[in-house]
């Protein structure tokens, strides 16, 4: 059982007269960086680029340069995962070091000998500063990977009250736990819903749906997502009566007809490429080789008929097309 952090418990006065550094101005870190200050707590900005020193600046933030974050007492290092082990990081014995994901912690990537915690939002960048400034909450993952002072969880947990992560409370977790949960998601759930959904469309068209019709139906209509949010906000069984008899009967009677399928078999093997660690190397080759099978990857995802298919669709059925 997972133990849930509330807001109550976590206490800013420990941040008292510290100096938090963010480090990078990104999605996470520009949202950081407001909420922080906002929060009352005394910010600078720590970048590498002349375009994103004036974006934090334009925010009115001091600014300085990365390997200025040294001086601060806590440090969030919100740059993207695979760039922080090459950062030029030598933090205080007595500092704080924060990150927004498990990742370079759970594979040996970041290891300060100071205090070091995650604060990782399940939410995106720009919506962490979103939700902030309408008083809503979103659920943030929190934990302790070294505790050096004895202060490390209070301190963590201030940070992520002053995010706004505790608003609606927080998943205790280690970073190992919140690193294998989010990259499974990407990389064991998300591609076999990728690949349900080719499924269904290539039975449709056999069936002589017209293709507008079948991404309408799965996407555009947005009846999907809402399906999703009712699930979220009444539960999953709850829903169940919005749906009508015909459909209660066929999605409940037919419920069991994959089963046959060992679809946790390749799950297990791409999870176990990410707890091996055999991902992480992947993906530091990767990086260090310039991201080219990423840029290859992106460039078929996002081929331009594809793009072009989607725009149009999107102008003819999206929303806001009512009426043109
Ligand atoms: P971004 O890609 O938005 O970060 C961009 C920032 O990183 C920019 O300031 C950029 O600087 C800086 N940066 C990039 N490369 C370098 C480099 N080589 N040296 C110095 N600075 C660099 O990152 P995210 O905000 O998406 O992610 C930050 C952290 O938050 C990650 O740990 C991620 O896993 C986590 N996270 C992200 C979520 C999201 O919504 N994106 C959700 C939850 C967690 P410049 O402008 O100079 O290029």
Not at 105 to 133: I, K, Q, S, T
Not at 279 to 306: C, K, T, V
């Amino acid at each position: 059982m997972s133990v849930i952090v509330r807001e109550g418990e976590a206490d800013l006065g420990v941040l008292d007269g510290r100096r938090v550094a963010v480090v990078g101005y990104g999605n996470q870190g520009r949202s950081w960086a407001l909420n922080l200050r906002d929060s009352g707590l005394d910010v600078s900005v720590c970048v590498r680029a002349d375009a994103t020193r004036d974006a934090a600046e334009g925010d009115g933030f001091a600014t300085l340069d990365l390997s200025d974050a040294n001086e601060a007492d806590v440090l969030c290092l919100l740059i993207p995962d695979d760039v922080v082990p090459t950062l030029p990081l030598a933090p205080r014995a007595d500092a704080l070091v924060l990150v927004a994901s498990g990742y370079t912690l759970a594979f040996g990537r970041l290891d300060p000998a100071c205090d070091v915690g995650m604060v990782a939002p399940r939410m995106l960048g720009p919506e962490v500063r979103r939700c902030y400034e309408e008083s809503v909450g979103f659920i943030t993952a929190v934990g302790v990977h070294r505790d050096a002072t004895g202060h490390a969880r209070a301190r963590t947990l201030a940070v992520a009250k002053a995010i706004g992560g505790l608003r609606q409370g927080a998943l205790e977790l280690t970073p190992m736990q919140e690193a294998v949960l989010d990259l499974a998601v990407e990389q064991a759930l998300s591609p076999v819903l990728r690949r349900v959904s080719e499924s269904f469309v290539q039975v449709m068209l056999e069936e002589g749906v017209p293709i507008e019709a079948i991404v309408t139906e799965l996407v555009l209509s947005g009846e999907v997502e809402r399906t999703y949010r009712l699930v979220r906000l009444e539960g999953g069984a709850a829903q169940t009566l919005y749906h009508s008899p015909t459909s209660q009967y066929g999605q409940l009677s037919r419920a069991g007809r994959y089963d046959h399928l060992d679809v946790a078999a390749t799950m297990r093997e791409l999870v176990d490429d990410i707890t091996s660690g055999r991902f992480a190397d992947e993906w530091d080759a990767e990086r260090d080789s310039g991201y080219a099978q990423l840029n290859a990857l992106r460039d078929r995802a996002m081929a331009p008929e594809i793009l072009a298919f989607e725009a149009d669709l999107r102008s003819k059925l999206g929303e806001g097309s009512l009426g043109s």
